[in-house]
């Protein structure tokens, strides 16, 4: 990410420049304290070739290093404080996962035995072979699973080093002056573990992206945080001032006193207004107008279900099954594994609805990373195409969601649909599902829901088609944007591009929207844009009544939808709606939020 106004520290001794650096922003807020950096252990690895008679030691000492760190992340585990988010615990899970995968424990061992490296450089070796896989993936989300693989090989390397980091402890009286920001090229969420009990009040990382591990749990934590900051681990130096916008996506490091003492004020108001959204909780989500708003939540596993009932959500709008299949070392889970994480989101979610989308993998991102990987993943053989390719595998979720409905309210979204005949397909599958089901006299909701989720243009200029045969449709604005706009929105290059508010992105939503209402049937938006409070008050104008956003983003899109009057919002939409260009719509959207 570009730095604002870059600098060369002096070394005369005088008080450093300010600048400003411009990331991702991936968990709001303002955070104001001391850099601590984190400098990665891959920088102090050594390359050098093993005598053959120390083959098996080398061997030894990597095994070894692998078994500490099994050995760290169970204890770990067994620490996690009792209010921390269940993200943590799910990611602590994920990591074991791959340190036991043969990728990682059985690989490298080779490398040594094969070609005499070190144990340090056949590991950074067999990553960076990984790595490069992971770089052809085109789904962003998965994509950025790239950073689970080098965050664990990360810990091993480490213990091989012995150069664990740990935070200071900073005493009481010094915590105010000395809150900490940690900085550096990328953290585990794992790591973030250790620093919950120390000054520890934001993070800023050179890697990372919106769906990163490590965002999401700064999400789940409330911590204001900046990914892809690029060169922010190498531009900051230790005990630097930092102030992190965490919704603007920007740092400033060595503000000026005027500066700091602005953003100290903007942080009091943010706190007080953070202790204000708590009481919502239980508030019926009403427009001033007295209109109803459904708020939902999207969650990656079942543990996710606590958070989302105590943020106040009316059920889950987007559960992501693809989290049952990553890690497993290529083997898929079997129809009562998924079952079980299922049913215990269901019933977790105390009769509320728990939106089930199918598998959403693919040539993009493969099952086994040994597949070939598509020409053009992006526009391949991934999603609902995926799945009726592997009509087995497909099948075997279809029976474990209808199983789970035997216990709960429970909906099936089908994720990239574009033709009728993958609509019809997929509603065969389904009832294939039931019709064994009950051959075997196995208990299901005969009226689950089938829903459709619109992110190809395609699908939203084809309208009719769904309608007629869905029960209700999601809008994954994520994938719309990024189709409509033909951009990747993690290429730094073109991240510039993705807008939202693009007129074309706009018109599909509406289309959307307007297309249930006429049919009389469910209109959610699952993605980003749901979330997004800048954008709550333009969606409710479209006429959207039902949200789905991760749960910490809950009870601000509450506030202001309690605080929006459809009858003013009303001419305005007219003008956004009608415009073309950008800066007209942009200063719409804004007037919307002063209303």
């Known amino acids: 990410m570009p730095v604002e106004r870059s600098r060369s520290r002096p070394s005369t001794g005088q008080?450093?420049?300010?600048?400003?650096?411009?990331?991702?922003?991936?968990?709001?807020?303002?955070?104001?304290?001391?850099?601590?950096?984190?400098?990665?252990?891959?920088?102090?690895?050594?390359?050098?070739?093993?005598?053959?008679?120390?083959?098996?030691?080398?061997?030894?000492?990597?095994?070894?290093?692998?078994?500490?760190?099994?050995?760290?992340?169970?204890?770990?585990?067994?620490?996690l404080p009792k209010d921390a988010p269940t993200e943590l615990g799910a990611f602590i899970d994920v990591h074991a996962l791959i340190l036991s995968d043969p990728m990682i424990s059985e690989a490298p061992l080779d490398i040594i035995r094969?070609?005499?490296?070190?144990?340090e450089w056949a590991l950074l070796t067999q990553i960076d072979e990984l790595s490069a896989q992971f770089d052809e993936i085109e789904d962003p989300y998965l994509r950025e699973?790239?950073?689970?693989?080098?965050?664990?090989?990360?810990?091993?390397?480490?213990?091989?080093?012995?150069?664990?980091?740990?935070?200071p402890v900073v005493a009481a009286e010094d915590e105010k002056m000395a809150q900490m920001i940690v900085v550096a090229h990328d953290i585990s969420p794992a790591d973030m573990l250790q620093f919950r009990d120390r000054s520890f009040v934001g993070f800023i990382t050179d890697m990372g992206g919106q769906n990163s591990h490590t965002a999401i749990v700064a999400r789940s934590l409330d911590i204001p945080a900046a990914v892809g900051m690029s060169q922010a681990s190498t531009l900051i130096e230790q005990d630097d001032w930092l102030i992190i916008d965490g919704d603007a996506g920007v740092v400033i490091a060595n503000p000026s006193t005027l500066v700091l003492e602005q953003y100290r004020e903007r942080q009091a108001l943010l706190a007080h207004a953070k202790k204000k959204l708590g009481k919502l909780k239980k508030t019926r989500a009403v427009t001033k107008c007295g209109t109803p708003v459904t708020l939902l939540a999207n969650i990656e596993l079942p543990e996710d279900c606590a958070f989302a009932l105590e943020s106040g959500a009316s059920g889950v709008g987007l559960f992501r099954s693809e989290f049952l299949?990553?890690?497993r070392a290529h083997k898929i889970p079997s129809e009562d594994e998924q079952f079980e994480a299922y049913r215990n989101t269901v019933v977790s979610m105390k009769g509320r609805v728990v939106t089930i989308r199918t598998l959403d993998i693919g040539a993009d991102k493969p099952l086994d990373q040994a597949d070939q990987t598509a020409l053009n993943p992006a526009l391949g053989l991934r999603a609902i195409r995926y799945c009726l390719a592997e009509p087995q595998l497909f099948l075997t979720q279809l029976r474990a969601i209808l199983r789970a409905s035997a216990f709960g309210k429970v909906r099936i979204l089908i994720p990239m649909l574009a033709h009728a005949f993958e609509i019809d397909q997929s509603l065969a599958m389904i009832a294939q599902a039931k019709a064994s089901l009950r051959e075997e006299g196995v208990k299901f909701d005969d009226d689950v829901e089938v829903g459709a989720m619109i992110e190809i243009p395609a699908a939203a200029l084809a309208l009719p088609m769904f309608v007629k045969r869905m029960d209700f449709l999601s809008i994954g604005t994520n994938d719309l944007i990024q189709y409509t706009l033909a951009i990747d929105r993690v290429d730094y290059e073109v991240a510039h591009l993705y807008n939202p508010l693009h007129p074309a992105v706009l018109q599909l939503i509406s289309m959307t929207i307007a297309a249930g209402q006429k049919a009389g049937i469910d209109v959610a938006v699952c993605g980003e844009m749901a979330g997004d409070v800048k954008l709550t008050r333009l969606l409710l104008g479209m006429g959207l009544r039902e949200f789905s956003m991760h749960p910490a983003q809950l009870l601000a899109v509450k506030n202001e939808i309690l605080n929006s009057d459809l009858t003013q919002i009303a001419p305005q939409m007219r003008k956004i709606m009608r415009s073309m260009e950008p800066n007209v719509i942009a200063e719409a959207v804004e007037q919307l939020q002063l209303m």
């Open 15 to 79: 008080p450093m420049a300010s600048f400003t650096l411009h990331g991702i922003p991936v968990s709001r807020g303002i955070a104001i304290g001391r850099a601590h950096l984190l400098a990665p252990a891959a920088l102090d690895v050594k390359h050098y070739l093993v005598a053959q008679e120390q083959i098996e030691a080398e061997v030894q000492r990597l095994q070894n290093a692998i078994a500490a760190v099994h050995k760290e992340l169970q204890t770990l585990w067994n620490d």
């Open 114 to 119: 094969s070609r005499h490296y070190n144990a």
């Open 145 to 167: 699973r790239k950073a689970d693989i080098e965050q664990v090989a990360e810990r091993v390397l480490k213990v091989l080093l012995g150069t664990e980091q740990r935070l």
């Open 325 to 327: 299949f990553m890690g």
